[in-house]
C-alpha cells in the first residue's frame, strides 16, 4: 500500500433519521463523482430545529481516496 | 434574514438508548421555555457504564434561537 | 475589582455591511437585557452567500458582564 | 439518572488569594440564582498583575446545572 | 466518592451497523478486563468505505475506571 | 431542504484594504467555477508586511456550495 | 537519557480540599504499581458541587514513566 | 530565501474604530524596534464595552520578522 | 501579489523510508494534475506498523496553489 | 486605554509547593526585567516526580505588559 | 476487519539523530510487551538541546494494537 | 532545578534538505545571542513548492531558556 497518494475532501450530508444516515447519504453522493473511496472522518454534527423538533441532521465528513 | 441577533445556550441531554435520542430530549426540554430554537451543535458525547454496559448517552449540545 | 463575579454567554449578530458592524449590533442587542457589559471576544466568523456574493456576515461573540 | 437535561453556563471567579478561592467564590455567587448546581469544569486561568504581583486570579468555569 | 483515583484508557470499537453498536462492543470487550468501567467520552467518529458504501464504523472513545 | 449534500473547499483572498475584502475577493472568484455557493467560515486571518505597513490582508475561508 | 523510551498513562486524582491535593493523591496512587515516574501534565481541572459547594475537585493527569 | 531564520513575537492592539486599524497600530508600533517585518497572524480578537457600546477593540497578533 | 486568489487542498503522500519522502511524493503527485502550486502545511504525522516495524509513514498537507 | 499596544511574553515558573507560588515566582521574576506587566494567562500545567511525590510543579504562562 | 476492538497506548522515544529514528526506537519498545501493534500517530515533537546544539528528539506516539 | 524561571520564544528555521536540519539551524541560530538553551517543541511544519518541488522546509519552534 506504500507511495500511494489518497486526497480528501470535505462535504455535508444532511438527513431527518439520524446520524448513521446522514454520513450514508453523503458517501453515497460522493461515491457517483469520485472512485477509489476509502475512508471517511466526523469533524461536526449539527443541524436545525422547527417547531421544537430536530427537522434534520447535519454532518461534515472528510472523505479519503486514492489518486490512480 | 440579516441584522438578526441570535443566543446560543449550552445543554446536555441523556438517554438509555442513543446519541439522537439524547439529542431529541436536550431540545424537547429547552423548547419548554425558549422561543425561536433554530439549530443545534453536538459539542461533546460521552456516557456512564455500568456493569460493563451503557448506562446511559450524555451529548453536549449548543442550541442557537433568536431573539426577538 | 477583585472578588467579583462575571457572566459570559455566547451570542451572533448579523450584518450585510462588515464584521465590526456585525458586532456592534449584536453588542447593542445584548445590552437592551443584560446590564454591566464589560467585554466581548470573537469565536467565529462566517456568513451566507446569494448570487456569489455576501450576503450577510454572521459574527459569534461570548460577551462578559458583572453579576451584582 | 438518565432523561436528565442539563444546562451548562459559563461563569468567571475572582479572587487574591488562590485559584481554588475564585472557583469558589464564582460558585457560590451562581448557588444564589440557579438550582441543582452539580458540576463544574475549569476553562481558562489568567489574572491581573499590579507593581509586579499578582493582584487577583481571574478562573473561567463552566457550571452544569440539573433543569427540572 | 472524593479521593477516589480513576484511569482513562483509549479504546476503538468497530461495527458494521451504527455508531452506538461501536461504542457498545468496545465496552463490551474493554469490561472482560477491567473492572469498575464508569465512563466513557467519544473521542473519534470514522471508518472505512467499500464500494462507495459504510464498511464499518470506528469510534474511538476513553473509558474511566476506579482503581482500587 | 434536508436530504441535500453540500461540498466545502477550502480558499484564500488577499487584500490591500480589508479583511473584508479579502473574503470578498475570494468569494467572487469561486463563484466563477462553482455554483450554490451557499456559505463561507472564516478559518485565518493573516498578512503580509512591508516596511513596517500592512502589504495586503490574506483570508482563509471554507466555503459551502451545494451538490446536484 | 537519549534513546530510552517513555509510557504516558492518564489518571484522574481528586480531593476535598484543592488542586495541588488531588494531583498528589493522583500520584501517590500511581506510584504504587509504577515504577521511574518522572513527570505529569496537567490535562483537565473540574469537579463537582454540592449545596452549592464544592465537593471535591477532580483533575485528569497524563504521567510519564520510563519503561526499562 | 531559505536558510533564513525568522522569530514571531506576540503583541496586541487596540482601537476605537476596527479591526484593521488595531492590526495597523499594533505593527506601527513594532515596527519601531524591530527591523524585517515579515507578516503577521491574527491570534485573537476582543474588546470592551462601556455604556452598551464598543470602546475598542483588542486583536492579538503574531509577527513574524527575519533575523540578520 | 496582493489581489491573488489561492485554494488549499489536503492530501496524504506515503513512504516506507521518511516523512520527508512522504511529503515529496505527496507534491509530486499533485503536481501532475495542479498549476502553480505554492506551499505546503503539514496536517498530521502518522504510519503502519508491521511485524513491529514501520511498514511506511502517512503524512497529511495541505496544498496552496494560486488560482488563475 | 485605547490605542495602547501590548506585548506578551511566555515564561515558566516552578515550585515546590503550589501552582500559584509557580506563577508567582514567574512574575516576580519578569518584573525585573519588564515594565508595565499587566496581566497574564495561564498556558500549561505540569511538574516533575522524584520517588513517588511532586518534585516541583511548572506553570507556562504568558505575561502581557504595556509597550511605552 | 469490522467488529474488532483496538487499543492505544501513548509512548515516547528518543534519538540523538532524527525523528524518525525516535519514532522506530519507540514502536520496537513496544512491540516488545504488545501483540498485533497496527498504527501510530505522531502526538508532538519536541526535544533536548545542550551547548546550543540538538541533543536529542523526544516524539510523542499513540501506537494501537488489536485485541484478542 | 526547582524555583527556576525559564523563557520561551517562537522561532523559524527553513532549509532545502530536511525537516531536521530546518531545527538545528533554527536553534543554532538562537544559540548566537540567548544563553542557556534547554529545550524546543515543534508546532508547525510547512514549507514553499517551486516547479513541483520543496524549495524549503519551514518548522516553527518553540525554545526554552534558564534565566539568570
Do not use: C, P
Amino acid at each position: 500500500m506504500s507511495d500511494n497518494v489518497y486526497k480528501k475532501t470535505e462535504i455535508v450530508g444532511s438527513s431527518k433519521t439520524s446520524i448513521e444516515d446522514a454520513i450514508e447519504g453523503a458517501i453515497a453522493r460522493a461515491s457517483k463523482t469520485l472512485k477509489n473511496l476509502d475512508w471517511f472522518e466526523v469533524i461536526d454534527t449539527r443541524g436545525h430545529i422547527e417547531d421544537g423538533k430536530i427537522a434534520h441532521y447535519q454532518v461534515t465528513l472528510k472523505v479519503g481516496f486514492r489518486l490512480e
